[in-house]
């Protein structure tokens, strides 16, 4: 016999809450919370001894044996998990067990079913014999085992006896009721909801409700299949709705100020859906559908305010200069209708009056200005000049000079005469020589003499005599075309050996103008960086009394450990070649 059943509560206090008790010698037992939450299962024997999530302390999901059987307790921990907890059992049972909620999220909901065996079939005592078994009757299926808040189920009543008695009469109870009518359920349309829309194909929910076939009374959703519930939605009022214009926002007027015009759209549209949250599907129909003769006007006359204007508040000035052309103002405004003074945007640009103009007061007269001769005479002795500046202006205060003066332009350098030049000394310097590199960088050199001028007679005299005056620079850094890239080397470094052959290297790179390494060299004009050197033999003095008394003395004068005296001992003959070996003399 199945046993199922639902807890359904929407708030309670916070901890254990008995849900239902399962009987010993139950199978296939599934206990299921309906969506994930934050509530918990927990298992109990009918002595208070735990065996899930008992004594307010929380089992990890998995695996375990108690009562006989082994329950499977799973608790989904994912982020995207929709279902709750779950316990199930194959069973039997070997005793019972007491199933609570502990509570800490409203809206607790829980499904739980087992079966039970129509005969019973568990070892243990022997059931009551039929006379002790009250009637059904008189017994009436013991209402106080049905679960209060849930659907109707068989339950053992482990708190005041054995399985005996009442878990007999529980079981005939369903089988009466079994075996009786066989009812027969199925889905029936209870009630609607208001359909979303008067018109234009509306939605509204369906409320369905499981019936029995025959007495057509309501009973518990759970005896119907739910695989064959119908829809819960259908269409309602689906006679089109009447079309309708739709207007558009008006534009801004086409002008800032005075009369001007606003637009805006007029469409003609008709509903054909409209959702359950109550949105609208809406197609733009022919205008004729919404009656021509009433479409609202499209175009307005619009005037935001009154024109400013410009304004001109004092008569022209007095020409700028009392001769030829120059220009002369006057003060004009933009006023609002009100009299007061706006900013210039706020009347008409083209419209606006001039308040700059050029006025003509005559030819001027024009003449030459000179400044005045320069003091010294260009040159210390002898002959030599002085000069002055002559600019053409006019005769009263002008800020650029003029052109076409009357008259010839005034004489701007004139002779002069600082006497004979007598044993006069300066540095004479002759022409910068040739540029020492033929590319890039490099330095010219010039001759720097000292001369003596006695009226003209020239004659080179010792540096000294001109040591008070500041000699000119004999060299100067110069610069011929780039070069590009080029190879550039070091010195060669020492010998490696001073005999017998050795080799030296130098370091070679290619450089850009810039001193930058480049890898744009020719590499078939590369500079050789290792070359051979001191290829004559050697001539070695040795001591016939010296010889080495460490197996590894080559060590030892590669490391230059020769200059301590305890090397020198245990390596003498090594040490002395490596400290008398010498070139021998070229033949």
């Known amino acids: 016999q199945v046993v199922r059943g639902n807890f359904t509560r929407p708030f309670l206090r916070i901890g254990y809450h008995k849900i239902t008790e399962i009987p010993g010698g139950a199978r296939n037992i599934s206990i299921q919370e309906a969506k994930k939450s934050r509530n918990y299962l927990a298992l109990l024997t009918k002595a208070g001894m735990s065996i899930i999530n008992g004594n307010w302390l929380i089992d990890r999901p998995g695996m375990l044996t108690a009562v006989g059987t082994q329950l499977t307790y799973l608790r989904p921990n994912e982020i ?22 502990i509570y800490q999220q409203p809206g607790a909901s829980v499904y739980y079913e087992y079966t039970v065996p129509v005969q019973n079939t568990h070892s243990g005592p022997e059931p009551a014999s039929p006379s002790s078994v009250p009637s059904l009757k008189s017994a009436e299926c013991f209402p106080e085992l049905l679960e209060a808040g849930g659907d109707v189920h068989v339950r053992g009543k482990g708190q005041a ?3 005996g008695k009442l878990f007999s009469v529980s079981i005939l109870c369903k089988i009466k009721t079994a075996t009786a009518n066989h009812p027969s359920y199925t889905w029936t349309r209870s009630r609607h909801a208001e359909c979303s829309s008067t018109c234009g194909t509306g939605r509204r929910h369906i409320l369905w409700e499981c019936v029995e076939k025959d007495s057509q009374a309501t009973v518990s959703a759970d005896l119907c299949d739910p695989s064959l519930e119908p829809t819960n939605t259908e269409d309602c009022n689906i006679q089109p709705c009447p079309a309708y214009w739709d207007l558009g926002e008006w534009s801004e007027c086409s002008r800032r100020c005075g009369p001007g015009t606003q637009h805006r759209q007029v469409i003609c ?7 359950t949250n109550g949105t609208e599907l809406s197609l733009t129909v022919a205008p004729e559908l919404c009656g ?5 006007a499209t175009a307005s006359r619009c005037q935001l305010k009154i024109c400013s204007q410009w304004e001109v508040r004092s008569e022209w000035s007095l020409c700028s200069v009392p001769c030829g052309v120059g220009q002369q103002r006057r003060e004009v405004v933009c006023v609002s209708n009100q009299g007061d003074v706006e900013n210039d945007q706020e009347c008409n640009v083209n419209l606006r009056p001039e308040s700059l103009q050029n006025c003509d007061m005559g030819a001027c007269a024009r003449s030459w200005f000179t400044s005045l001769w320069s003091q010294r005479c260009s040159a210390e002795c002898g002959q030599g000049n002085r000069t002055r500046a002559a600019i ?3 005769n009263h205060v002008t800020d650029l000079p003029l052109d076409s003066c009357e008259g010839d332009r005034p004489a701007e350098v004139t002779p002069c005469d600082s006497g004979p030049c007598r044993n006069r000394l300066e540095w004479y310097t002759g022409p910068w020589g040739q540029c020492s590199a033929e590319c890039g960088n490099g330095t010219q050199t010039r001759s720097v003499a000292c001369i003596s001028n006695n009226r003209g007679r020239m004659e080179v005299v010792d540096g000294l005599r001109c040591s008070s005056r500041p000699r000119p620079a004999a060299v100067q850094l110069c610069t011929s075309k780039p070069c590009g890239v080029q190879w550039y080397v070091t010195e060669w470094s020492a010998c490696s050996r001073s005999c017998n052959g050795g080799y030296r290297v130098r370091e070679v790179r290619c450089l ?12 078939g004009l590369t500079p050789e960086g290792k070359e051979e050197c001191n290829k004559q033999p050697c001539l070695v003095e040795t001591d ?3 010889r080495d008394q460490y197996y590894n003395c080559l060590v030892v004068v590669q490391a230059q450990l020769c200059i301590y005296p305890y090397y020198t001992n245990i390596c003498c003959a090594s ?11 070229a033949q």
């Open 575 to 585: 040490c002395s070649r490596a400290q008398k070996t010498h070139p021998r003399s």
């Open 544 to 546: 016939s009394g010296c």
């Open 80 to 101: 995207r998990a929709r279902s709750g907890e779950s316990i199930t059992a194959p069973g039997p049972l070997s005793e019972d067990l007491h199933l609570y909620l």
């Open 161 to 163: 006896q054995e399985l």
């Open 269 to 275: 549209r008709q509903v054909t859906h409209v959702n």
């Open 512 to 523: 850009s103008d810039g001193a930058a390494p480049s890898d744009r060299c020719d590499p």
């Open 392 to 394: 053409c202006l006019t």
């Open 292 to 296: 021509v003769s009433g479409r609202p």
